[in-house]
């Protein structure tokens, strides 16, 4: 069993830059793909970043504006972002797959999260 737990969101306003922490618990995930999803209000969950050993991906809305690291000596993954807009207003989740490919499907990750939230204001 992996445990994730979230932290760093906050309310910030637009063209502020966050930093999400994941901390891993159970396991050690350096071996694991890891993500980063969010979801808005009435909306479905949406990818925004996956790391698998040094290879990254990021959704279109957030390429250019995130930055998806892993921080093995403490068993996290941290997302940076930057130029932060209202429509970054999200609860952010991290999620872990025991998978040697980059993965944007959240249908396939194994663990959750509880999530952060993150608020944007204009």
């Known amino acids: 069993q992996v445990q994730l737990v979230e932290s760093g969101g906050g309310l910030v306003q637009a063209g502020d830059s966050l930093t999400l922490s994941c901390a891993a618990f159970?396991?050690?995930?350096?071996?694991?793909?890891m993500g980063w999803f969010r979801q808005a209000p009435g909306k479905e969950r949406e990818f925004v970043a996956t790391?698998?050993?040094?290879?990254?991906y990021y959704a279109d809305s957030v390429k250019g504006r995130a930055t998806i690291s892993r921080n093995n000596a403490k068993n996290a993954v941290t997302l940076q972002m930057n130029s932060l807009k209202p429509e970054d207003t999200a609860v952010y989740y991290c999620?872990?797959?025991?998978?040697?490919?980059?993965?944007?499907?959240?249908?396939?990750?194994?663990?959750w999260g509880q999530g952060t939230q993150v608020t944007v204001s204009s």
């Open positions: 790391i698998r050993g040094s290879s990254t």
């Open positions: 999620a872990a797959a025991l998978v040697l490919y980059l993965l944007r499907d959240p249908n396939q990750y194994t663990y």
């Open positions: 159970g396991r050690t995930v350096s071996n694991y793909a």
